[in-house]
């Protein structure tokens, strides 16, 4: 078991095509739940799963955050979009990665993050960083 470095999922490249996935602002509702070192993730995931997800006693529910979506753009040929970080405050755990996914569209999958190693907040915050929206950073880019 494992969570495979950073995959875009190859469910997500097809649904692209079938227009299950919308970013624009308003569009589709997504999420970020965290899961742990016993976690299988990777581009073949479909689907949000409770399977090893983190838990703590408070500041972290089961199926993770709400993303705040930070809009569409095309610039020099790349698509890109982005989502603005996110924090669980008050949270004990230890998390190896997170998966983005869809509550739109029946909870499906759209990317694994993996943190290269586990990550932990003891009463505290624990953050998600996303990357800058531009073509060169933006966490989902199509070029």
Do not use: W
């Amino acid at each position: 078991m494992a969570i495979t470095t950073n995959a875009i999922c190859n469910s997500f490249k097809k649904e692209l095509f079938e227009a299950v996935h919308n970013f624009s602002n308003p569009g589709n509702k997504f999420n970020l739940s965290m899961y742990t070192s016993s976690a299988t993730l990777g581009k073949s995931t479909t689907s949000f799963t409770t399977g090893n997800e983190v838990t703590s006693p408070a500041g972290y529910s089961s199926g993770g955050k709400v993303l705040v979506n930070t809009g569409t753009s095309v610039a020099s040929s790349v698509a890109i979009t982005d989502f603005a970080d996110l924090s669980f405050t008050n949270v004990t755990l230890t998390a190896r990665g997170a998966l983005i996914y869809n509550t739109s569209a029946t909870n499906k999958a759209v990317a694994v993050l993996d943190f290269g190693g586990d990550k932990t907040a003891t009463a505290g915050t624990f953050t998600i960083q996303f990357p800058a929206f531009t073509t060169s950073a933006a966490i989902l880019r199509i070029s």
